[in-house]
């Protein structure tokens, strides 16, 4: 497992609540892209071998609350394909089912195909929690021909005939060892995913929409927010090394566009115009946000949830806005969430439709606990966790 959090701060529906716990205590099953599944979506039990000859497992006894999600998560044995990860961007589909994305994900050493893959992703509904998998077992989206994997950063949809327009932002990482910290982010991408009502997710594309990214220039597709047909795109940057956080960026484009950056507009501080150079900070990076994080709307507000000061800081901190574009408003912390010595608590994001109560939201953050052998003898070190925090 690498870390990317010094780095990168890496960074539904009420069955959600046993994503983690469920995938790490029960068999899980393997959906092959492509391939429809509608028949096996809510059986009692586990429904026939699919084309690829991997089976369908269905999960039951769901938490209703955040305390039993994180009980079970910690309590959970090691089974299946999916042991630990992190990240967890998370979107609700227009047919009630969630879907669930995350970065380096660790595998059982029973189970088939490679011990990690760069990124993974499951697909829950009322009945069931299953892991998108593909005909190799490798990452959902897959390596880049150079060998750069992609991590995912966050995840939104758009409702069209039939299904779901599932959009995916990425970052790119070149990797040159095997060491922790023997990666570069090489740039940032967007997978777009077809999702048919009752479906299976396939993989329309996968489009580099910037292939350099240094740290003083937004790496967009960090949050992801679609309203009506316009996707809006966060990105964030740190000015200079000095800065305690990062400055977080707005673009927005057509549905139609996304791949297209030439199509984008960016925010300027006064109207949707020009070019990237031209995008205004609407968080500075004094203070500011982590590297990724989750901006979101509800009942006309918009919200941007974030560990202030990236995984050196301390306070998961809610910002308030009347825009996609602000300005935005910091309120006082909202939890403490310091990184230790042993265990890093980094890329906190919010999960707006996981047991939605009025005035509060459901977060959760990564934690790392150290290298892939204590992982592997300890992978709850290696596990999101929730919390429910009050909306200003």
Known sequence: MRNYACRVTRSTLRIIVVLMATALALPLAFLTLGHTVRDALHPPTPAAPDAAGLSLACVGGVPTNVDDLNTWIDTARNVGGFVGADVGASVELSDGRSLWVFGDSLRSAS??????????????????????????????????????????????????????????????????????????????????????????????????????????????????????????????????????????????????????????????????????????????????????????????????????????????????????????????????????????RYMALAHPHLLPEPGSVVVSWSRNGGDLAAIRSDPTRYRPVFARVPLP
């Open 111 to 344: 189970a088939p195909g490679p011990a990690m893959v760069h990124n993974s992703m499951l697909l829950v509904d009322d009945a069931c929690i299953r892991l998108v998998g593909t005909p190799d077992l490798g990452a959902v989206v897959p390596d880049a021909a150079d060998g750069s994997g992609y991590w995912p950063v966050s995840i939104d949809h758009l409702a069209v005939p039939g299904g779901d327009r599932v959009a995916v932002g990425l970052f790119k990482v070149r990797f040159h060892g095997t060491g922790m910290w023997d990666f570069e982010v090489a740039g940032s991408a967007v997978a777009v995913f077809e999702v048919p009502t009752g479906g299976t997710p396939e993989l329309l594309e996968v489009r580099d929409v910037a292939d350099h990214v240094t740290d003083d220039r937004p790496a967009w597709g960090v949050s992801v927010a679609v309203v009506d047909d316009w996707v809006h795109l966060y990105g964030t940057a740190r000015p200079t090394p000095t800065s305690t956080g990062w400055s977080l960026h707005v673009a927005r484009t057509r549905v139609d566009d996304l791949t297209e950056p030439d199509e984008w507009q960016y925010w300027n501080g006064r109207n949707w115009h020009g070019g990237p150079a031209d995008a205004a900070a609407v968080i500075p990076a004094e203070h500011g946000v982590s590297r990724v994080l989750s901006v979101f709307r509800r009942d006309g507000a918009w919200y941007a949830v974030s560990k202030r000061d990236d995984f050196i800081g301390t306070d998961l901190v809610i910002w308030k806005g009347s825009s996609p574009h602000g300005p935005f408003e910091a309120f006082p912390p909202v939890l403490q969430i310091p990184s230790t010595s042993d265990r890093l």
